[in-house]
């Protein structure tokens, strides 16, 4: 079965400051990877996937993560956050079949502070 | 391009209530469609998904029910609706075969 773990329940950080949201994921077989943002009462919107190739992958909002097949990892960064990016955090894990049901972790809130 | 739309965005229900959320989604056929559940404070829950009409398999057992009476609409119902039913439902569709999945704006539940 598959599982994930988003390592911190919140992450305080300063405005323009670099941030790194944790991710850890269990599986038996191959996966696919993902990162959700969830700003507050709206639904989850798609930030970057992970399918295959490099594992340096380049999303929204300038977001990236990494994919580190050896740690079970899929970590969320980004070099300088804004106000705007203060939100909820998903992190997400399917593997392929015909129903693509995702697996999600219990979500990070980011608190971005002026 | 394609849209997912669900309704009512917010619903007070008391306690015994019967309950029917509506998703529906445009610009695409064949989808597979999902409702997911979070409660506050928790991650999302997969409640129920259909991969075609009338196909509808459950995740976890509950007192809710859902169905897909035509190819881009799915509904989410109780007959008698528990306190804990409470959370924020989530739509969501995907295509077979690709595995990202979109998320509709969700309806906020409370029951009374």
């Known amino acids: 079965a598959q599982s994930v773990t988003q390592l911190d329940s919140q992450v305080p950080v300063f405005e323009e400051a670099p941030v790194e949201l944790r991710c850890n994921y269990s599986?038996?077989?191959?996966?696919?990877l993902f990162w959700y943002v969830q700003y507050p009462n709206q639904g989850l919107q798609l930030l970057l996937k992970?399918?295959?190739?490099?594992?340096l992958v380049k999303g929204i909002n300038g977001f990236e993560a990494e994919f580190n097949k050896s740690q079970t990892s899929f970590h969320l960064r980004k070099p300088s956050v804004h106000i705007s990016d203060t939100a909820e955090y998903f992190c997400a894990v399917t593997r392929s079949s015909n129903t693509g049901k995702l697996i999600f972790g219990q979500g990070t809130t980011l608190q971005v502070k002026p | 391009s394609q849209t997912i739309h669900q309704w009512p965005a917010t619903l007070v229900q008391p306690v015994g209530s019967p309950l029917s959320l509506e998703c529906t989604v445009e610009g695409t056929s064949n989808p597979n469609l999902y409702w997911y559940r979070q409660a506050a404070g928790r991650g999302l829950q997969l409640l129920f998904y259909s991969v075609g009409i009338g196909q509808i398999s459950s995740e976890v057992p509950q007192n809710l029910s859902a169905s897909r009476p035509q190819d881009r609409q799915f509904i989410l119902s109780s007959k008698k609706l528990l306190l804990s039913d409470s959370g924020f439902y989530l739509c969501a569709w995907g295509t077979s075969g690709r595995e990202t999945q979109y998320f509709g704006p969700g309806t906020r539940l409370l029951v009374l």
């Open positions: 992970y399918l295959s190739g490099s594992t």
């Open positions: 599986s038996s077989v191959s996966v696919y």
